[in-house]
């Protein structure tokens, strides 16, 4: 997942959505806000996040992972790797940010 998070942040301009207020979601918002829900980044990279835990992320091609809601952060992994990666989620109202253990930020919007 390290890997797909940086190539995320690496293909991202946030700073459009830098000046917006953020909110952290809870659990049960962070499950609310991504399953059956698609998010397009600042790329053109896509992320499909499956009500049944599967993920999807195209960034000229399909690499498939799985996703779920642990203490509260949005977390996922991406074979063949069986190492979890947790992010805060948050909320400006219009678009959804992933803040990793470090600070770092990936920045998306939902799919019309």
């Keep these: 997942m390290r890997h797909i998070a940086l190539m995320i942040a690496v293909s991202l301009t946030v700073s459009p959505l830098?000046?917006?207020?953020?909110?952290?979601?809870?659990?049960?918002?962070?499950q609310a806000a991504?399953?059956?829900r698609k998010l397009v980044y600042g790329s053109g990279a896509?992320?499909?996040?499956?009500t049944s835990g599967r993920t999807l992320y195209n960034a000229g091609h399909d690499s498939w992972?799985?996703?779920?809601?642990?203490?509260?952060?949005?977390?996922?992994?991406?074979p063949p790797s069986d190492l979890w990666a947790c992010f805060v989620l948050e909320s400006d109202g219009?678009?959804?940010?992933?803040?990793?253990?470090?600070?770092?930020?990936?920045?998306?919007?939902?799919?019309?």
């Excluded at 830098?18 to 962070?30: I, N, T, Y």
């Excluded at 799985?66 to 992994?77: H, I």
């Design 65 to 78: 992972g799985y996703w779920g809601v642990r203490d509260g952060k949005y977390c996922s992994t991406w």
């Design 46 to 50: 896509w992320q499909e996040f499956r």
């Design 34 to 36: 991504l399953a059956g």
């Design 94 to 112: 219009a678009a959804l940010r992933f803040v990793d253990e470090s600070g770092g930020i990936t920045a998306g919007r939902y799919s019309e």
């Design 18 to 30: 830098a000046a917006a207020e953020w909110r952290a979601l809870s659990g049960e918002d962070v």
